[in-house]
């Protein structure tokens, strides 16, 4: 599974990144608002930073302009996967933008019909909403396991990039059920390396060890 880092804090991507488990990034207009710098700017530099596709989010609503936007976008670098909203306008945008080579993550997703459209309009990732489903008393991760079905039915190469996750259980489940990318913000990354049994048997080797007059170097 691969992971992304749902944010457009530099300092926090850079952090991740040097440990190897960066494969992407994912911001949208309320991260970017978040960091207080200007989108452009703080894409190029997240881009210049990470190998991996770099996802910045179209604020138009209308295809031709979502295109202008989505065209723009693409030129801050090679890795930029243009994010358009799971509109039909969203829609034509992504038929248009992916026709000519770019990467298009289709956003704002939250049923397996619109999974379906984003695959055919030749979307490189969906992204389902699984907190935001959960937040309304749906199951967000039935939604995942629904479009993982759908797709390898019909052998479609949209990666499915859960979303909107809250909780190191949803990361858990999202890869059990095979999601391609998770996206996260990165405290629920750092979250994952921990477990109140590691830090319990570390207190007790530690003990030990000085207990034993243990030293290394
Ligand atoms: C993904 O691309 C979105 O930016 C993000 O996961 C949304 O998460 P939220 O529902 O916690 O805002």
Not at 101 to 109: A, S, Y
Request: proline share 3%; aromatic share 4%; charged share 25%.
């Amino acid at each position: 599974m691969k992971f992304f880092v749902d944010t457009a804090d530099i300092a926090a991507i850079a952090e991740l990144n040097a440990l190897g488990i960066v494969d992407g990034v994912t911001t949208n207009p309320s991260l970017i608002k978040k960091s207080g710098r200007d989108i452009l700017e703080v894409t190029r530099e997240i881009a210049e930073l990470v190998d991996g596709p770099v996802s910045a989010e179209v604020v138009a609503t209308e295809a031709e302009a979502m295109i202008a936007e989505g065209r723009k976008l693409a030129n801050i670098a090679d890795n930029i996967a243009i994010k358009l909203p799971l509109t039909w306008d969203g829609l034509k945008a992504c038929k248009t933008l992916s026709a000519e080579g770019h990467m298009i993550n289709v956003t704002l997703c939250f049923s397996a019909n619109q999974a379906l459209l984003a695959a055919k309009a030749g979307a490189s990732f969906i992204s389902p909403f699984i907190g935001r489903l959960d937040d309304i008393n749906l199951d967000g991760m039935q939604l995942i396991a629904d479009i993982r079905q759908i797709y390898d039915n019909y052998g479609f190469e949209t990666e499915i990039l859960a979303a909107s996750i809250r909780t190191v259980n949803h990361v858990t489940e999202a890869a059990r059920i095979g999601a391609d990318v998770m996206t996260a913000p990165p405290e629920v990354i750092q979250k994952l390396a921990q477990h109140p049994l590691t830090d319990k048997g570390l207190e007790q080797f530690l003990k030990d060890a000085e207990a034993a007059g243990i030293k290394i170097v």
